[in-house]
């Protein structure tokens, strides 16, 4: 109970958009924002490895997300304005 409530509280000072993937690479991935229809580029720290599973308590291994996978990225604008994604949640592969 208590680490979900953390993982809540650190999830709502970040943005999070939808949409689906049409690049990924070591160091960033690219999706399709769903509302808007424009390429979303995210950054990916050295320590990205998982992601999670639609209702966020699964993690799975980052090499599940393909193009064309569904996805949830949550992010901050905290470094030189760039995107950096801080969680993904794989909604649809």
Known sequence: MIQTLVLVAALSNLTAVEGRVVQLSVVSVSIVNSTSGKVVPFHLEPYFADVFNAGGKTEI?????????????????????????????????
């Open 61 to 93: 291994p980052i090499s599940r997300v393909r193009i064309g996978s569904i996805v949830k990225v949550f992010f901050n604008n905290r470094f030189n304005g760039t995107r950096r994604a801080e969680r993904i949640e794989l909604l649809r592969q």
